[in-house]
């Protein structure tokens, strides 16, 4: 999964310049997709229209951003088990009656287990789109600008850095174990438990060079940037618009 | 495990982001005191994230079940980098899986840190793990610590799990039934955590034992007060909502001095337009939150009309697809546009 992230994610880095969104500050695209979850997330429990008066915001971002939908739908199909089960779970708790049509009578239950679903699919098309948009270590230069630690940010860059790295190599050992077994022998709890361990050991070591190369080029613990961008006029007048946007369908559906 | 935004509140949400941006905080400070580690641990705990990654594309095959899993390794992480460093490498494995893997939410965020970072780091390790295994690295103490500390970790971050769906009133599930089927369900996920955990710890104590000792001295009456901190805040968050249904002081004082709750509307346009705007707007109406109100489900008594749901339905559907077309139509400008300048080259 990493490594099509990697193939989907990383390429468009290239294009953000050529990006629709206006050229405003990333602290101020992070502020407008929160605002956006909040106000998704305070939708009332049966408001189908509302989730789909929303689902529009992704959806338009998707389509002038010439992201790959194919990849997204894919993603979207790949519901957490633990989101189905509950709205799975709605119907049977909640039977009253909600909604006739005709003689079909949806239950208060079926349509919020409906309305669960579709903000989790117009959620998770958000912070795919917000990913995509806004390369990592410049989202890492936004979360400088809200005062996250440092120690936090080195962390983030780091293991965004290394898990390629570490992923391919255990795809590896993965890919040698699977060509040797039969049957499934080799795949056994303990025996995966020691190639784990060994991988464990080789990161490890992994690190150790890493911190030596990272002292000799002048690493004190920190890593070195050129710290966040201030938040212009036209960044504010961005949020605001965006909010009152979001504001506004609020109101009209 | 990974908590959904859809079935989050924003109240609930927001005081487990708080929670987590707080023990954040509280381990970055914690880090950056230990001056002469800082930079030696700094890249491992870059990699040993990576590892997290990885470890989880290896799968094994769950004994007696013809099942496969995968190994968690938030208490491997504690026993090789201490609870501080181990919570910010978890917590950073998930900020990159909510980001790239779109797992859990932006909201959800604060919950996924404090349930699957937290219990294992700060509560499973120091208080489960180190007491029992210590410093040995006999294998049947190792076994006891790794299991029951990985059990309990996964167990406590399951019920915060249970807690905060309920709370937030989006599931249907009562309370009992949900944690009667998260538990079981949980309990035996934690057992396969637990000897995969053992596995590795044991392989680790027998080819370079010096890993497992946690050199870094985790001052536990500080991180205590942490905990009741974080406790405090969520209890006050959640207490809330239990807040009276009897009428404040000013609704008191009104309701005796007019016989009546609230005051009735003036009946005016421009009044029954505010309300209607402020009755949209309103993301916690009359402070019932997640919870349903009659207002919210009007069709619990009687169905509600029919030609005012789809007038809606249509509305939101039409709103969809005109913004959606317009997308389309500034995608495909920017192609082009994209495709002239090649040409022009």
Redesign the interface.
Known sequence: ??EE?EKV?MPREQNIH?S?IPDVNHRALIIV??FF??FV??L???D??????Y???P????????MPVKTILK?LVLL?P??I??AA??P???R??????GEI?LT??TV?GIV??G??FV??TA??T??TIVP?HR?CDALRGFR?????I??????????F???E???A??KARSMRSFG?NG???????????????R??E???R??RG??ARG????VHHAGAEPLRCKDVLFVAGSVMLF?G????? | ??????????AV?GVFWLASAGI??Y???K??EEKEQ???K??????????V???Q???????GTGS?GH?GGGL?LAA?LGPCRAF??L???L??Q??????G???ALGCNIFNLAFFPAFIAYPFIYKVIAGKSLNSGRLAVASVTAAEAGLLMGAFS?VVQ?SFS??????FGTFIL?MMPIHFAIGIVEG??T???L???AK??PV?LFDTGKASYPAMLITAFAVAAVALGGFISWFASSRPDGLEWATMKAAGIEELADAGDKIHRFTAE?QD??A??PDYSL?R?SER??P??V???K?AT?IA??????F??L???A???L??KR??SR?CWRKLKK
């Open positions: 999964m990493l992230t994610i050529e629709f997709w929160s979850v909040f997330l305070t009332g429990k049966y189908f229209s509302g989730v789909l008066a689902a529009a915001f959806l338009f971002v998707v389509l002038a951003g010439n993603r957490s633990f989101i089960m509950v779970a709605n049977f708790f909640d009253r009656p909600f909604l006739s049509l009578t208060a239950g919020s669960i679903v903000k989790s959620l998770i912070i795919i917000l990913s990592f989202l996250v630690p440092e120690v936090f080195t962390q983030l860059l780091l293991l965004c850095r290394y898990s790295l570490l992923v190599e255990a795809t050992l993965q499934g795949k056994e709890f303990f025996t995966t438990a020691k190639m784990i361990g060994s991988l464990l050991l990161a490890n992994r690190g150790e890493i911190y990272m002292l690493f004190n613990g920190t504001a369908i609020r109101v009209i559906v | 495990m990974h908590m959904a935004d859809a079935l989050l509140s924003p949400g954040i905080g381990s970055s400070r880090i950056t800082v930079s030696v700094t890249p491992l705990m870059g990699v040993m994230g990576a590892f990654f990885a470890a594309m290896i799968n094994f095959t769950i004994p496969s190994l491997i090789m910010i490498t917590a950073s494995v900020v990159i909510c980001l790239f893997f779109a797992d939410g932006l909201l799990v769906t009133g989006i599931s249907e599930l009562p089927f000897l995969a053992w596995g590795v044991q392989f680790v080819t370079q890993l705007v949209k707007l993301f916690f997640g349903v919210e489900c069709g619990a009687a169905p509600v029919l749901t809606g339905t249509t509305g939101g559907v709103a969809f005109v913004v959606g317009l997308g389309l500034l995608g920017k192609q994209k």
